[in-house]
């Protein structure tokens, strides 16, 4: 039973340094969130003031991959598509195969009797 009692201690000793580092980074100096700084430090995704034309060059950069990868997808798409069609005309043809040998197999085996 000593063992439950070290794995809870081992817990409680990690959730008290997670604590207290969290607590020693949130006293630092230039961890202090003042309303002038606030904005700054925030996890996660930030956005970053960008000069009006770098940002309207990386959106119509981000268009035109998204419109070749759709070009791409709708490509396969289209390839598959024929496909099927394809197989789909090779059914009735395929059945229509499979009669037609099982009605001569049916003549031959009566023949045979």
Do not use: C, Y
């Not at 000593?2 to 020693?24: G, I, M």
């Not at 430090?41 to 070749?68: C, S, W, Y």
């Amino acid at each position: 039973m000593e063992q439950p009692t070290e794995q809870s201690e081992d817990k409680e000793t990690a959730k008290a340094k997670l604590l207290s580092s969290r607590l020693f980074w949130s006293n630092q100096p230039e961890h202090k969130q003042t309303e002038a700084t606030a904005e700054r430090h925030r996890r996660g995704p930030v956005l970053l003031m960008q000069d009006m034309d770098e940002a309207k060059t990386n959106v119509n950069k981000r268009l035109e991959f998204i419109n070749n990868e759709l070009s791409k997808v709708n490509t396969k798409i289209e390839a598959k598509q024929k496909a099927a069609i394809g197989i789909q005309t090779n059914i009735p043809n395929k059945q229509m195969e499979i009669q037609k040998r099982a009605a001569e197999a049916a003549k031959g085996a009566v023949a045979a009797h």
